[in-house]
Nanobody
């Protein structure tokens, strides 16, 4: 059974940094794209950053120059380094991964439970 577990969130002051991690576990055969999304109160979930299996990265405009997405394929983990955080970055951050597992014959989309990031003024 595939599971995505996020860690590294919390409370930080504006201008500070956090590093989110998301580890994928289960009977994994392959992981294609991975990404981070966020959802603020009263707003829909939006893409923050994504990374392909080959290491190509895409960022939302509002985080370019501040956030960096990376992955460690051996550890089946994706990271989001968040610098120069702003109060408007406050949201629940969700990890996403396209995974082939023992239970599937093609990629299925999986989500973590979400982790709170709060940036104070």
């Amino acid at each position: 059974q595939v599971q995505l577990v996020e860690s590294g969130g919390g409370l930080v002051q504006a201008g500070g940094s956090l590093r989110l991690s998301c580890a994928v576990s289960g009977s994994i055969f392959a992981i294609n794209a991975m990404g981070w999304y966020r959802q603020a109160p009263g707003k829909q979930r939006e893409l923050v950053a994504a990374i392909t299996s080959g290491g190509s990265r895409n960022y939302a405009d509002f985080v370019k120059g501040r956030f960096t997405i990376s992955r460690d394929n051996a550890k089946k983990t994706v990271y989001l380094q968040m610098n120069s955080l702003k109060p408007e970055d406050t949201a629940v951050y969700y990890c996403n991964a396209d995974v082939i597992s023992e239970d599937s014959d093609w990629y299925d989309d999986y989500w973590g439970q979400g982790i709170q990031v709060t940036v104070s003024s």
